[in-house]
């Protein structure tokens, strides 16, 4: 529990992600909103693979997805966006990406790689 607070109140792409949903929330309909939309799926992709804690996190929160969520709201609820194309690609790469950490994921569960390690303790 106080190794979660520390984390979700020292990382700074983490208020990048609490700030940009608030001003998607409040402000829905500016300017600011697609950018805001934009700025906190690269930060949610980002914490998803920080580091092992982040990936921890990540893929129990469901950050990546996340992530491609927002994009795609960038891409359809703003496409004449400065930033509508790019989220559209970039919500390609970050599928490929959570597709590669599930196969990547059921590959480990089958292979039964730490069974024995963890075993030994």
């Known amino acids: 529990m106080a190794l979660t607070r520390h984390h979700l109140e020292h990382e700074c792409l983490q208020h990048t992600v609490?700030?940009?949903?608030?001003?998607?929330?409040?402000?829905?309909?500016?300017?600011?909103?697609?950018?805001?939309?934009?700025?906190?799926?690269?930060?949610?992709e980002r914490l998803s693979n920080f580091n092992p804690w982040w990936r921890w996190m990540g893929a129990h929160e469901g950050l990546l997805a996340n992530a491609i969520g927002h994009m795609n709201l960038v891409a359809s609820r703003y496409p004449k966006s400065s930033v509508a194309?790019?989220?559209?690609?970039?919500?390609?790469?970050?599928?490929?990406?959570?597709a590669a950490q599930k196969t990547y994921e059921t590959t480990l569960k089958k292979s039964n790689v730490f069974s024995g390690w963890m075993n030994s303790y």
């Open 18 to 44: 609490d700030i940009c949903s608030l001003i998607l929330k409040k402000y829905p309909k500016t300017d600011s909103a697609p950018l805001a939309a934009y700025r906190e799926a690269c930060a949610e």
């Open 85 to 98: 194309s790019e989220a559209a690609d970039y919500s390609k790469v970050f599928s490929d990406e959570l």
